[in-house]
Structure formats: structure tokens, C-alpha cells
């Protein structure tokens, strides 16, 4: 059962990102996977979670989100309403969450609506900005401030001004707005936010984390996309997409990244119809290659349903004796 909270704030999500004209997935809400939703807008893909609070996110999720972020080639995007002991979020402000980018819906609707980029990040030290330290520099001897001067007004040191025009450290909000105020000029740098988002950092495997295959169908799917050289997989813990797989040899100029869900042992209809038409959805939206597999051999061949082709287990068997023998 979704909370109605829950379903209200998606919504209001929702709203935004469809008045900006982004095509978006099914929702995913109640899976309590790595991410609710995928949207596109011309070369733009976000992968985005929604959570009331993102203090409740597990290093497990953000892990599988920055990882599928990185092959779909997309943005991985926190939406959340409030932070730990339940303080709301800072409209305005970008915050962090395991190097992932985490916003309020407000801010996600001046970015995407009103085209206003956030100028506030937060940090373990308060609220910060970005400056324009050529800007600082050529506004602070227009008005006749040296360092020193310039300092000693707004209560830091020589040595900090210095780094502020060189762009080695940023300014605390509060010593950002006393600066703009005495020089009467905005100096703060918006935050592109989707370029930082690129900025993601290495990805080291949680300890926690402990989603390789179980099954002797999903060995049996993993070996199959090993023989394909299908080789950087990723095998999801709550999503639907259970194993995200693609080509690494970069010299065959091979992108093809395939889904697959639904590996299951006694596949109901109900649970493959709706596994197909999640499956189809998020990879028509993020531009990859559907596939359901199923332990059941009562499959008709070649079924596909939705543009999702469904395969038994004893089909992709004699898929993958095949491209051994041709290998």
C-alpha cells in the first residue's frame, strides 16, 4: 500500500516534469527499488527516486542508482521532502546524498518550469555558493577594497578572500550575501546541476550489497550474457529489472544494453504481464533492449508482448548453445 503522502508528492512530480514536456515511465512506486521513475526529454535521461525523507535511503539503493545511471547513460535525481529528524528540505538548495544530487519539488519546478537553477548547496559546514572570483576580484578594486580591506569588513582573512577569487574554496551563504551587499553586485554561480550530476565519483561496491544470481535460471542468464559479451551487469535487488547488462568492447562500437525481469521459477500471468509492461515502458523511454525471461517452458515460441520478447528458460539454453558453437 503506497502512503497517500507518498502518492500526493509523485504528483506534484509527476506535474512538473510532464508541463516540461518529459516522457515518463510507468511508476514504480511501492517496489521500494533504486529509482520510481525515468524520464526523458530529447538527450536528457533522469533516473529519479522519490522519498518523503532522504536520510532514508540505504547505501544499497544509491549504489544500483548510480550504477544503472552510469548505463543508460543518464541522471540519477533524488526528489524528497524532508532530511533526517524530519526537518523539511531548503527550497533552493541541492543537497547530497551517497554523491548523489537531492532536491525539493519547489526547486525541481523553478529548474525545470521556470528555468531558475538552484544557487545553494548544502555541506557538512552549512549552506554554500559557488563564486565568480574574476567577477569578485574586479568588483572588489572597483570599489577600492584591497584584500586586506575587503576582509577584515566582512570578518575572514586576507588569505581566504584570495582563495574565494581563485576559486579554490566556496562561500558560505552568509559571508556570500554580506560580500554581494558591500560590492552591490551578484557574484554567486549558479548550479548546473545535471552537469554535476556527471560528477558521481567511482563506484565501490557495498558491503551490504549481495544481489549476484541465485537461481540456477539467473546463473544460467548470467552465463548467456557472458558468452554475448554482455559483461558489465548490474543485478538489481527490488526493481522489476532485475539484471541491466551491456557490451564494454567499446572498439565494436557495441551499446546494446539489454533488461531483463521477471526470472522466476512459476511465472503467473499476472505477475508477467505486469513485469512486460514495466519492462517495455522504462526501456522505450531509456532506449534499450526489452526481454522477460521465465522458468516455465510452456511458453509459446518467439512470444512478445508489448515489444517485450518473452523466452523460457529452456529457449535462452538453446540461445546460448547456439552462440557458443558460432563463437
Known amino acids: 500500500m503506497i502512503n497517500e503522502e507518498l502518492q500526493q508528492f509523485y504528483q506534484e512530480i509527476t506535474s512538473i516534469l510532464e508541463n516540461s514536456q518529459f516522457q515518463l515511465s510507468t511508476p514504480l512506486l511501492g517496489f521500494g527499488g533504486c529509482f520510481d521513475l525515468v524520464a526523458k526529454k530529447q538527450n536528457l535521461l533522469l533516473l529519479i527516486k522519490i522519498v518523503l525523507n532522504i536520510d532514508s535511503l540505504r547505501e544499497e539503493q544509491t549504489f544500483e542508482l548510480r550504477k544503472l545511471s552510469i548505463m543508460l547513460e543518464g541522471f540519477p535525481l533524488i526528489v524528497g521532502k524532508r532530511i533526517r529528524n524530519n526537518v523539511d528540505i531548503e527550497d533552493g538548495v541541492v543537497y547530497t546524498r551517497y554523491e548523489i544530487p537531492a532536491v525539493s519539488v519547489a526547486t525541481l519546478h523553478n529548474l525545470l518550469i521556470n528555468h531558475l537553477p538552484p544557487l545553494i548547496y548544502a555541506c557538512r559546514g552549512g549552506f554554500k555558493v559557488k563564486f565568480d572570483g574574476a567577477l569578485l576580484k574586479e568588483k572588489r578594486l572597483a570599489k577600492n577594497y584591497s584584500m586586506g580591506n575587503l576582509a577584515q569588513e566582512i570578518g575572514v582573512s586576507k588569505r581566504t578572500i584570495y582563495e574565494y577569487e581563485h576559486g579554490t574554496v566556496d562561500v558560505s551563504l552568509e559571508t556570500a550575501l554580506k560580500i554581494e551587499e558591500i560590492l552591490d553586485e ?55 529489472i532485475r539484471v541491466l547488462a551491456r557490451c564494454l568492447d567499446t572498439e565494436k562500437g557495441d551499446k546494446s544494453t539489454t533488461t531483463v525481469t521477471g526470472i522466476s521459477e512459476e511465472p503467473t500471468k499476472e505477475d508477467v504481464v505486469k513485469k512486460v509492461r514495466v519492462t517495455y515502458n522504462i526501456s522505450k523511454i531509456a532506449e534499450v533492449d526489452p526481454l522477460l525471461i521465465i522458468g516455465s517452458s510452456d511458453t509459446p515460441n518467439k512470444l512478445n508482448v508489448d515489444g517485450v520478447p518473452i523466452l523460457s528458460i529452456d529457449e535462452l539454453l538453446k540461445k546460448k548453445k547456439k552462440s557458443k558453437k558460432t563463437a
Open 186 to 240: 551578484p557574484l554567486t554561480i549558479a548550479i548546473n546541476l545535471f552537469e554535476d550530476m556527471k560528477r558521481i565519483g567511482s563506484l565501490t561496491t557495498p558491503t551490504s550489497l549481495n544481489n549476484r544470481p541465485k537461481s540456477d535460471i539467473e546463473r544460467e542468464v548470467k552465463e548467456h550474457f557472458d558468452t554475448l559479451g554482455l559483461t558489465d551487469q548490474l543485478w538489481t535487488k527490488k526493481i522489476p
